[in-house]
């Protein structure tokens, strides 16, 4: 699995396939544009993420119109997002409609989550009670939020590629009745073999001298969704994505895959069986 982006990315490609349908060389469009030809280069490989107005820009250039004109500047406009706040009183759906098209212009996904599940690889029912704990939601808004949330899981039948690291202390954090717990926990199992997922389970007690904070998520190599209790933060300057990606790196360094995460699943599985 790559651990950085190629270009392969929807917004880079879409980039790309613009110039190339203009008959321009990334020389020739940076002076048509007034920009640096290692600008559009970074734009194209998915190391920098344009602004909304640069892609407004480019498209000028290239003279490029309709909808692949449209889907670039909203893919740059998602990626873009800032920083805003997590709890909503009135929905969340339209934030997790929007995590869901980042990840589709993605090909490498990958998430650490200290405490919970990724949204990813839960169940129907771990997500609906996560959103419906929300006390700042209505149980419509919480619905809603839980729709956006399934119809994203569909992504992981695609040929994008996903890494997930979970310490094994947080599947110890029991949303759901035991039994509901285990069918969670066998439901992360069924992904543990899949080509396109590498699971790291990161065990309970094996020395880790490090303590993120947050979960986050990392999309190609690009942008970071970083959450906290009151904001999610879209970060695309460069030395945030290395500081990352590092981060990832060496937290996957503590982790077991394949038979022996399959392993600590099982025995999770089993003990909230026994409860």
């Known amino acids: 699995m790559p651990a950085r982006s190629t ?119 771990y997500a609906r009670v996560l959103f419906h704990a929300e006390l700042n939601l209505t149980a419509d808004a919480a619905e809603r939020a839980l729709a956006e949330r399934l119809e994203g899981q569909a992504i992981l039948e695609t040929e994008h590629e996903f890494g997930f690291l979970i310490p094994e202390g947080s599947l110890g954090w029991s949303l759901l009745e035991p039994a509901e717990m285990a069918n969670q926990i066998e439901h992360l199992i069924a992904f543990t073999d899949r080509p396109n997922v590498r699971m790291g389970i990161i065990p309970w007690g094996h020395p880790a001298p490090m303590l993120p904070l947050n979960s986050f998520t990392m999309f190609d190599d690009r942008l970071v969704i970083v959450g906290t209790t009151t904001r999610v933060a879209y970060l695309t300057v460069r030395t945030d994505l290395d500081a990352y990606d590092r981060l990832y790196e060496h937290l996957a360094g503590y982790a077991r895959y394949g038979g022996e995460a399959r392993a600590i699943l099982a025995t999770n599985a089993t003990r909230y069986r026994s409860l």
């Open 7 to 125: 270009g392969g990315d929807a917004l880079s490609r879409t980039l790309r396939e613009l110039r190339d349908a203009a008959g321009l060389r990334q020389v020739d469009a940076a002076q048509r544009a007034g920009v640096s030809q290692a600008l559009i280069a970074r734009f194209e490989t998915g190391r920098q993420v344009p602004r909304p107005d640069q892609v407004e820009i480019l498209c000028a250039a290239y003279g490029a119109h309709g909808d692949g004109r449209r889907a670039a500047v909203e893919m740059a406009k998602d990626a873009r997002a800032g920083t805003e706040r997590v709890v909503m009183h009135r929905d969340v759906a339209p934030a997790q409609g929007r995590i869901n098209r980042i990840a589709a212009t993605a090909t490498l996904e990958r998430t650490f989550s200290p405490s919970g599940l990724p949204g990813l690889l839960q169940t129907e029912d």
